[in-house]
C-alpha cells in the first residue's frame, strides 16, 4: 500500500521558517514528486516539482527565491524549505508523487497524494 507521510507543518509568524517533510512508504519515487497546497474556499494549487533522480527544480511565481524543494534517494523523501513565509503561504500542504509523465503543475498529472500538513502564517 502507498502511503506519502507529511510533517513539519504548523503555525509561524510572517518572515519565519518551517521545513515540510514527505516520507514515501510502500513506493519508490520515480518520476517527478510535487507539493501543492489548497487554502480555505480556493483550489490545489502547484507549489513546486522536482524529478526524482535528476533534473531542476520547479517553482510556482508566488514561492520563487523562498521555497526550495529538494530530494533525498536514500530516505526516499521530499522536502520543501520555506522561508520569509507570508500570510497568503497559509494553506494545508499536499505532497504528491507520479508515476510517469512530462507534466507537473496539474493535481491530475499526480497519482499519490498524502493526507496534508496545516501551515498557518500569523501577520
Known amino acids: 500500500q502507498v502511503q506519502l507521510v507529511e510533517s513539519g507543518g504548523g503555525l509561524v509568524q510572517a518572515g519565519g521558517s518551517l521545513r515540510l517533510s514527505c516520507a514515501a512508504s510502500?513506493?519508490?519515487?520515480?518520476?517527478?514528486s510535487g507539493w501543492f497546497r489548497q487554502a480555505p474556499g480556493k483550489e490545489r494549487e502547484f507549489v513546486a516539482a522536482i524529478r526524482w533522480g535528476s533534473g531542476p527544480a520547479y517553482y510556482a511565481d508566488s514561492v520563487k527565491g523562498r521555497f526550495t524543494i529538494s530530494r533525498d534517494n536514500a530516505k526516499n523523501t521530499v522536502y520543501l524549505q520555506m522561508i520569509s513565509l507570508k500570510p497568503e503561504d497559509t494553506a494545508v500542504y499536499y505532497c504528491a508523487a507520479s508515476s510517469g509523465g512530462t507534466h507537473y503543475t496539474k493535481t491530475a498529472d499526480y497519482d499519490y497524494w498524502g493526507q496534508g500538513t496545516q501551515v498557518t502564517v500569523s501577520s
Open positions: 510502500g513506493y519508490t519515487f520515480t518520476s517527478y
